[in-house]
C-alpha cells in the first residue's frame, strides 16, 4: 500500500535526490587555499569529478578520498578534473591534504555554510556537513552521472569510471567519422 503513514514517513526521512544527469551543474566559485578560489566554469572544456563528502579527517573520507588521489591517473587519462568538497575551511583543508598527499583540490564550502552543496542537494542540513554525493559533468558542463551514497559507505569509484567512459573522448569531439 503506497501513500499510508508509513510510506509517508520513509519520504518524510529519506534524504534528497542528487541533482540528476541532463541539467546543467550549478556554477560556483569557492576557496581552494586561503588566496586563491576555483570556479566551476574555468574547467569546461574537459569532465569534472566532484566529490562531496563530510568532513576531513574523518575515517570513511580518508578512504574514499585516498581511492579517488590513487586513480588520478586514470582520471587523467579521460582528461577529467577532479574536485573534492566539503563545509571544511580552507586551513583545515590544507592540513588534511597535506597529511593524506592529496594532489587534487579540496574546495571550501564553508561560509555560506553548504551552498554549493545545498545547490547539488547534497547537504545534510540537520547535521551541518556536506553529503557523501559524486557528480560525473560531461565538458559542456552538463550533469551527466551523480550518485548518493550512505553517509557512512565509501562509494568507490567504479561509477565514476563508467560514467567517464561513457562520453565522449575530448579528442574525438569534433573529429570526423
Known amino acids: 500500500m503506497t501513500g499510508g503513514p508509513e510510506n509517508r514517513a520513509q519520504q518524510a526521512t529519506s534524504p534528497p535526490a542528487p541533482l540528476a544527469?541532463?541539467?546543467?551543474a550549478p556554477d560556483f566559485a569557492l576557496a581552494s587555499g586561503p588566496d586563491s578560489q576555483l570556479r566551476l566554469s574555468d574547467l569546461r572544456g574537459?569532465?569534472?569529478?566532484?566529490?562531496?563528502?563530510?568532513?576531513?579527517?574523518?575515517p570513511v573520507c580518508g578512504d574514499e578520498l585516498a581511492l579517488f588521489n590513487e586513480l588520478l591517473p586514470e582520471f587523467q587519462r579521460h582528461e577529467a578534473e577532479l574536485v573534492g568538497i566539503s563545509v571544511d575551511g580552507v586551513w583545515c583543508h590544507r592540513a588534511?591534504?597535506?597529511?593524506?598527499?592529496?594532489?587534487?583540490?579540496?574546495?571550501?564550502?564553508?561560509?555560506p555554510k553548504g551552498a554549493v552543496s545545498r545547490a547539488y542537494n547534497a547537504y545534510r542540513a540537520r547535521d551541518g556537513f556536506s553529503d557523501r554525493?559524486?557528480?560525473?559533468?560531461?565538458?559542456d558542463g552538463i550533469i551527466r552521472w551523480s550518485y548518493l551514497s550512505p553517509v557512512d559507505v565509501n562509494p568507490g569509484a567504479d561509477g565514476v569510471l563508467a560514467a567517464l567512459e561513457a562520453l565522449?573522448?575530448?579528442a574525438n569531439i569534433g573529429a570526423p567519422s
Open 46 to 58: 574537459r569532465p569534472v569529478i566532484l566529490v562531496f563528502y563530510p568532513a576531513d579527517w574523518s
Open 96 to 111: 588534511y591534504a597535506d597529511a593524506r598527499h592529496l594532489r587534487f583540490p579540496l574546495l571550501a564550502d564553508f561560509e
Open 21 to 24: 544527469s541532463g541539467i546543467p
Open 133 to 139: 554525493a559524486l557528480f560525473v559533468l560531461d565538458q
Open 168 to 170: 565522449p573522448s575530448p
